[in-house]
């Protein structure tokens, strides 16, 4: 059921006790009163029902649309028409139960100052009708309790069941807020997960290639010279294919790796480097490799980054540069570490950034991961370079 729903119930519930203490006060009050005269049947008619019906009509209006002058008009009429009953009645019966009504509206429409400043007028008024009807002291002391006794058990009574509809609606509200909330983690649940996946996808992408993808160029280069070597009768053919044999090997023990996630092995990168310079050697172009600075043990994903970089420089110089000389450079320092890839060759390079291949767009990825920089393009002199830099 919607909050407006439960509302309207609620202004139901009260409409109907409204009538119903009305109605028995009249009843009372008809009873109790000497044959009436037609004049004052037909006053007590009209204010009864026009009593009734701003009470209900009109106290209805005051829930929905709360207004300080729309309160201020319906307790003054319900106020005029209610005197209008007892004073007419004579004080018969229980004529003064149909001003308790009043009372458990004010609780419902009027603030807590308004509320005490309602209820004391309403005393002060009972206490003037009743002076005025019956000229005597005596009877205002016996049933004034009674009347004080009616109000202060409506307001207890009325502000405990404000109370626990509100309690019961700031539940509801928690509850939905709650059910709420579920959706949303169980969304943003479902899109870390997919998110998790995407990039475990391209992780194991740029493992592949970065991996993978270097050993088979390795090889591809050794089996294309150990080609050219027996045409000519040469003895070289042997060594090459036995470092192909080799290569194959760890390029197996690479693909497990990467397949099963696990990290970087114990053997320091400056060892993992220059054993990819000395396998690359062996295709006819010579690599360099120089170390500057303090070698230190860093992060296993830095580790990573950088020897990715230089599998993904040094493939490069392989497939692309058509040189035979290639510089390959590990630097230390305080906060930074970097490699750097460079060649003698007059292959074609990238320019401007205009077109990336799967590896230098993979290792883009992996370096923008840890806030690494990432530069490469032509040297001056002629070749291409590749450097990565990572803070340590």
Known sequence: MSERDQTLT????????????VMVSYFAMFSSMTVPSLMDIA?????????????????????????????????????????????????????????????????????????????LSLVLLYVALSYLITGSLQNIWTSLPTFFAGQV????????????????????????DLESANRQLKSYAEQAQSLAIVEERNRMAREIHDGLGHYLTTINMQISAALAALSRGDEKPEKLMRSAQKITREALLDVRKSVTALRLPSQPLEKRIALLCEQSSLTG???????????????????????RGAQEGIQNVLKHARANNAWVKLTYSRERVSIEVKDNGTGAQLEDNKELGFGL????????????????????????????EVAR
Request: net charge negative; hydrophobic share 45%; aromatic share 12%.
């Open 43 to 119: 006053l007590l008619t009209f204010f009864g029902i026009a009593y009734i019906s701003n009470g209900i009509y009109g106290f209805s209006k005051c829930r929905e649309q709360p207004g300080q002058t729309k309160t201020f008009l319906y307790f003054l009429s319900q106020i005029i028409l209610g005197v209008g009953i007892v004073y007419t009645s004579r004080g018969a019966g229980l004529n003064a139960l149909v001003l308790l009504p009043l009372v458990g509206h004010s609780v419902l429409l009027l603030s807590n100052n308004w509320l005490y400043l309602f209820n």
């Open 361 to 388: 767009l993979g290792l883009k990825e992996r370096v923008a991961s840890i806030n690494g920089e990432i530069t490469y393009g032509r040297e001056a002199s002629g070749g291409f370079f590749l450097r990565i």
């Open 153 to 176: 058990f409506i307001v207890i009574f009325t502000d405990m069941a404000v109370n626990e509809e509100n309690a019961r609606k700031k539940a509801e509200r928690l509850v939905l």
């Open 285 to 307: 172009i010579h690599f360099d490799f120089e170390v500057n600075g303090d070698p230190e043990r860093l992060d296993d994903t830095l580790e990573l980054t950088l020897y």
């Open 10 to 21: 609620s202004t139901t519930a009260i409409n109907l006790a409204f009538t119903l203490v």
